[in-house]
């Protein structure tokens, strides 16, 4: 008897040691940080993903992986989010591909004027893309996920009912819209978008031709009463992380990463186009604003006058030894 009351004290003994080992080990797992560096403020879209992202990745893996995140350029300015990736200043980074020119070159089909209607559907075919071509321009940054933000639509202080009333109007407009203001007929101004609300309230301009989702977060809703739903371009937004950092994770972290790289462009462009809209309605209830849709024939008239961008960028991606034609034909079958 006394040789099994000894054998069971031991096992208690065991059984204890096992019971407090767990947690100290779960918790020496459990110390992976990262940080997530982004620039626009945190009640924008680009925050509101990576703040779901963030929520997602500690949910499975268990509190394995701990994300501090740091938006509106806290960390990194949207400038020098790439270098700020590469070199380590960052683990993860949110970039607008558009601020970078020349440095993505074959991803930058996805500023073009193709006729995207939804920030959904740019996402999905965004990271498709991306995981289907596997552009050398990538290649020294594990690409986490990315999405768009809503197509371009023209919002002014005066009324705009058709295409030819855009000719003449002087709008905010950066990279390539600005270039299909001039084709459209408009004038394309300079300034950051911070400012433009100002600028339309004085009359320096007369409107700005962005997306949707800032109707509300900038309050264009204001001092552009009118707009016209024209559904041009899309701005792509890629989430980097460093090499070094990627590669020092967890095999089953960097799976759990990877299983949520589609999920989350899905998620983040019904999200902003979701949010659009509720812009777009709270627009019409606090300020009455009149944004009409343009006619499918008249869209199709506005992509045709908008074409010439498209052609010089086959052409210049062409002479780089790029597939252009490849990536032109990938985006429209899936349009």
């Known amino acids: 008897m006394l040789h099994a009351a000894k054998l069971s004290f031991m096992a208690c003994v065991f059984a204890l040691a096992c019971a407090l080992a767990t947690p100290a080990s779960q918790s020496q797992a459990a110390d992976v940080t990262l940080r997530f560096a982004n620039f626009p403020p945190a009640s924008t879209f680009p925050c509101v993903s990576m703040d779901h992202w963030v929520a997602e990745v500690e949910k499975l893996t268990q509190g394995k992986v701990k994300v501090d995140t740091f938006p509106a350029g806290t960390l990194v300015d949207a400038r020098s989010m790439v270098r700020g990736v590469m070199r380590g200043q960052t683990d993860i980074g949110c970039i607008s591909m558009a601020y970078f020119p020349g440095m993505f070159p074959l991803m930058s089909a996805f500023e073009l004027p193709l006729g995207f209607e939804s920030a959904e559907k740019a996402s999905v075919l965004l990271l498709q893309a991306i995981l289907k071509f ?3 321009e990538l290649e020294k940054l594990k690409v986490l996920t ?3 933000c809503p197509p371009a639509q023209v919002f002014s202080r005066k009324p705009v009912e058709n295409l030819e009333a855009v000719k003449g109007l002087r709008l905010r407009a950066a990279g390539i819209l600005a270039d299909e203001v001039s084709l459209l007929g408009g004038t ?3 300034m950051p978008q911070s400012e433009a609300p100002d600028a339309i309230q004085r009359g320096a301009v007369d409107g700005v031709f962005t997306s949707l989702d800032v109707v509300k977060d900038l309050n264009y809703a204001e001092p552009c009463r ?7 371009s899309v701005y792509p937004f890629i989430v980097i992380m460093n090499k070094k950092s990627w590669e020092a994770l967890p095999e089953d972290v960097k799976k759990v990463f990877d299983d949520l790289a589609m999920p989350t462009a899905q998620w983040t462009g019904a999200y902003v186009d979701a949010h659009g809209q509720d812009a777009l309605k709270w627009g019409k209830e606090k300020y009455g604003i009149d944004y009409r849709p343009l006619p499918a024939e008249e869209r199709a008239k506005a992509l045709e006058t908008v074409s010439p961008l498209v052609s010089k960028w086959e052409a210049e991606m062409k002479a780089k030894n790029l597939p252009a034609a490849e990536m ?3 985006i429209r079958a899936g349009l």
């Open 134 to 136: 596997q552009p050398k």
């Open 146 to 148: 990315a999405y768009t």
């Open 188 to 190: 394309p101004v300079s």
């Open 226 to 232: 009118f707009g016209l739903l024209v559904n041009m």
């Open 328 to 330: 032109l034909q990938f």
